[in-house]
């Protein structure tokens, strides 16, 4: 049995006395296993970034930079073997898993410029002999908490930014899929990364709330479900720490009645069922708007979905492959169940698909709801399976209305030729992330990705100059140099002005 230790200077001598099972999705089985680390292991890694991470914050912007420079072309030459090793925990295909790893890649294309951005403000004569400028110092030790649906994006996410700005972080993946987020910190070090500058410690709930109340931490960034996100949220907060904290998502697709339907449903075959719907960024309602335009989406979205390939993930010719586990298997199988007792009409089942010669594997078919409706439970929570549903809508303020009104505000598509229609439902509904005819509107490295309601709590969102504000806090230094006169002595006593 493989054990999965953690990345901490001095070894990982971990004292775990617990541990998490990684399974193969694929075949089913438990292919190695990790030991859920506890607070004397944060201790350790916290008084290892301690001790590395004023000397990285004092190394000039431009080396920290070089060491991305270098990271990145070190998993460019890893890819393979990064994206196969994800896949065989996660479960999604090797082209998508090269995605997951190129999508992190981005943000530290983005980090290999920092220094740019990391310019302060300057003022020179803000009054009398005055000047005022101000710089942007790292926290010092940040944390991100990772969920395992994309374990090379989303710790690049975090890291790269926090990292390239000075501080050293330390990293709890999701103990699903820990192997990229190890190999990741292994190639920093051999990047150029000091000791201590990235570490990896892995665990539960325990291990969250050793990093959410340890005094040394001073930012921490989360990505998972909604109502963790809100607990890492408020614990954090109330222990004096900044945080981010993304959540999840019920992302829709508006269908305008004008819109390219062929191009719709390629769109949508691969939002809602790639990654098995295992994305934050997945669509997995579908709004036409009209009776018509839902009739002849179902018409052209029923044999598209049954001509999906579902396989293994080193499968070539797969569309998607198994889910992470059975739990996870168990739960989207029980919300197809809660869709058909709400009265929801099932159009294709996905439940009981098995993959020959792979019977144990987490496969789940795609699945097809027509009818669903707004009081139900398995419209209003998050699914994260290869389950699209059909919510059929009147008409234009309908369309607008149903994502604005959800309980999440991740992202949301609308597919439509007309551009006054797109802008107005741009500019109107009430979520963080607008794709126009773009089904995954993920926005690049060098803007930010963060979504509204229940899918975010805190203020800034992740990379881009969102995560530089995040990763850094502001200094701002008003200077005089008297020039040998004798100021207005008067004046000591009253608030400085600049009049
Ligand atoms: P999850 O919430 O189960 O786990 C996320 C992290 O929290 C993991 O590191 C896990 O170890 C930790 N954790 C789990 N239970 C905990 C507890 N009780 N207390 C403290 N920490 C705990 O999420 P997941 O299943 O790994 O990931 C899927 C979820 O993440 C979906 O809801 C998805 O929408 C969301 N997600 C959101 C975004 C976004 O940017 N908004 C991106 C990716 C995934």
């Known amino acids: 049995m493989r054990d999965i230790d953690h990345v901490i200077v001095g070894g990982a001598g971990g004292s775990a006395t617990r541990f998490g099972d990684v399974f193969d999705p694929n075949t089913g089985k438990v292919q190695a296993r990790v030991g859920l680390g506890t607070q004397a292991d944060l201790d350790r890694a916290v008084a290892a970034a301690e001790a590395a991470q004023p000397g990285w914050a004092a190394t000039n912007p431009q080396r920290r930079a070089r060491v991305m420079f270098n990271f990145k072309a070190l998993v460019e030459k890893n890819m393979d073997a990064l994206a196969h090793l994800l896949s065989s925990e996660h479960g999604k295909v090797i082209a998508d898993a090269k995605g997951d790893i190129q999508r992190g890649l981005e943000v530290i294309e983005f980090c290999c410029g920092i220094p740019h951005v990391l310019k302060g403000e300057y003022t020179q004569g803000a009054g009398p002999g005055i000047d005022v400028y101000s710089m942007r110092q790292p926290i010092g030790i940040g944390a991100g908490i990772t969920p395992f649906n994309f374990p090379g994006m989303i710790p690049m996410w975090m890291f790269g930014v926090a990292i390239a700005t000075g501080n050293a972080f330390i990293l709890k993946p999701s103990e699903r899929d820990p192997s990229v987020p190890v190999r990741l910190a292994e190639l920093m070090l051999e990047a150029g990364a000091p000791e201590g500058i990235l570490q990896v410690v892995h665990g539960d709930k325990e291990m969250v709330d050793a990093i959410l109340d340890h005094p040394s931490i001073g930012a921490i960034s989360f990505v998972g479900s909604s109502d963790i996100a809100h607990y890492v949220y ?19 697709g508006i269908v305008m009645p004008d819109a390219d339907l062929d191009q719709v449903v390629a ?28 009739d002849n989406l179902r018409a052209k979205l029923i044999p598209a979905i049954e001509a999906l390939r579902v396989g293994v993930s080193t499968d070539d010719d797969a569309h998607y492959g198994p889910v992470v586990n059975a739990a996870h298997k168990q739960r989207v199988e029980n919300w197809i169940q809660t869709g058909v007792d709400e009265g929801a009409e099932l159009v294709v089942d996905g439940r009981g698909f098995q993959l020959q010669g792979h019977e144990e594997g987490f496969f789940i078919g795609p699945t097809l709801f027509d009818r669903v409706t707004t009081d139900m439970s398995a419209y209003k929570e998050e699914i994260f399976g290869p389950v699209l549903q059909i919510v059929r809508a009147p008409d234009f303020e309908t369309a ?16 439509t030729r007309n551009g006054h229609a797109a802008r107005e439902f741009a500019a109107r509904v009430n979520v963080g992330m607008v794709g126009i005819n773009v089904p995954i509107p993920v926005p690049v490295a060098y803007h930010s990705f963060g979504g509204w309601k229940r899918s975010a709590f805190g203020d800034t969102n992740q990379h881009g100059m969102e995560g530089v504000k995040f990763w850094t806090k502001v200094k701002t230094i008003t200077q005089r140099w008297p020039d040998g006169g004798v100021g207005d002595g008067a004046n000591a006593f009253v608030i400085p002005t600049m009049g």
């Open 400 to 415: 607008v209305r149903l994502p604005s009104e959800h309980q999440y505000g991740n992202g949301v598509a609308i597919f």
């Open 234 to 252: 408020q614990r954090g907060v109330a222990a004096g720490k900044r945080v981010q904290a993304m959540g999840g998502a019920k992302n829709h």
């Open 267 to 294: 769109d949508l075959s691969g939002a809602a069922f790639g990654s098995a719907g295992e994305r934050c960024m997945a669509l997995p309602v579908v709004v036409p708007v009209g009776e018509k335009t839902a």
